[in-house]
């Protein structure tokens, strides 16, 4: 055995040790989780198609008023990895948009009408905050996997240049003007291919949730840790998908970046999103502002802790703000045992917004569990192992995890308490 | 002396192996002159991966091979030679640290059988696949 650890958050390491998650393993955690993971996946099940939507059609649209406006082909396309004709069967369910987005995006929070009038009066899937997610990959690009390298490589440039030209064929407008701001287009493409990449990431991620949801009203998970092997056995499963960015105009494909430079979900999407998204995306303005020159917001964006595991939801809670767009999206898919929660708790109705955010909070801390422990299991040593050295080092690894939740923002103390709603 | 394929596939413990480096179409490349260093998982390094892991891989053929080449150096080293070092360029692109001497470990694999010297370089057979990061 190896001596305790005396890191500040050695019992949150020791439970890591023991196979857990960073989560504590009890019932009203694991009902809030799950509850919360299927609240999500139905928007995420329009912000995947929708993703890759703009990404491979509209394109360099340069008035995509309507980019949200997702075809019905695309909102019929099959997800690769669930129904029955997917090579590798994550989700049961159907191929096609989950039932309850089709239902919603009927309807909306209102009544059935045309579309455009749910989309001017904001009453809809909230895309800017999948929009924002893809911005923070962007943005802080230095996050490990050769995706970022790869939009400065000559391959990338030449075809990028290819697909340019091809789109604004017959455009002599936007040609003599692509002539003239060459870079500015190519930026252009360079982040139209960062939403294929989030578009190919979330389209793996929102049938695990759907199935998790599944398979707890089933009975078939029954704890916190099963819920995080979950997540790490899928995380193994896709972790081979390739990342790529294909433009269709008509029937033409061309590929900007292809399946065979080898770019895969784990290294090119997964690890990136984790890191930009729930780790660091940027200082959102809230009821709260950041003042810069006051040192506030770190000058290193390797830094920057304003992601999903430091917010305190409170103040980021107002509109427009992207993570309360979110809680607004998954505010129309909770399952009933949530509601009831929510209802016995806070202010009930008032500040289900604010328990909601705080549900999720807890839900990606467990999802972030799921991949240090996926982190571990590939780079590291079992949990069981016999030999030490093997311990010690899968010790230090866990503790370096833990350090980066050392600074006070850091929630993690937060959700160890029941009570922090 | 036999290549590097046919070493393996006398062994008869590389089954999944050969099946994936044929699957990514390697087979060719590592038949050549090489020489190669190759860090050779056994089967049952693959089957203790997560279901679905190799499945998704052998599906995209680049993508299979990205992970393949991670378990090869370019040149001939035998075990004595890569001690001496703490990391080796894999073909991959990223490097493969070689953690323990005694026992010789690389990155988080132990190696089971060292030194097997082939027509176009030298297998270290590892009891589990190993992956960049």
Redesign the interface.
Known sequence: MIPPSTHKYADVIHRLEAGGSMLPDTPENLEQIIGIYKAYAVPMDFYWRDLLYIAERVFLNPLPAFKYFISKQYMDLANSYSGDNSKLRIWRGGEKAHPELVAFMKRGETISMPKILHHLWHDRINMEFAEACMQAMFWHQDMGGRFNDYLESKAYLANADRAIKAYFKGNPLMLLLYKLFPEMFIEQVRQLSYYSNLGLFWEVMAPVFFEMSDLYDEGGINSVPEAMDFLVNGIFAVAGRPIYHHVYMGNECIEIIPKSEGFTWLYEAALPYVEAVFYRTSPFRGTKSYNAQANQVPADQADFHYGILYADVYPVGSAGIPPTLLMQDMLHFLPAYLEATYQNHGRGDEDKLIQLGITFQRSMYNVTSAVIQALRCALLYPLTDPDLEHLLANRRFFEAQMDRFLRPEARLSDIQQQNYR | MASILNTAAEAGCFKTLLAAVAAAGLSEALDGPGPFTVFAPVDDAFAA?????V???V??P??????LKYHVLAGAYPQAQLVSQSDWPSLE?APIPIR?SEPFEV??ATVINADIVCDNGVVHVIDRVI???
Not at chain 2, 62 to 67: D, F, H, N, V
């Open positions: 991966l997560p279901a679905g892991t499945q998704t891989l599906d995209n680049p993508q299979l091979a990205r992970i692109g323990r990155k988080n992956l960049p990061g």
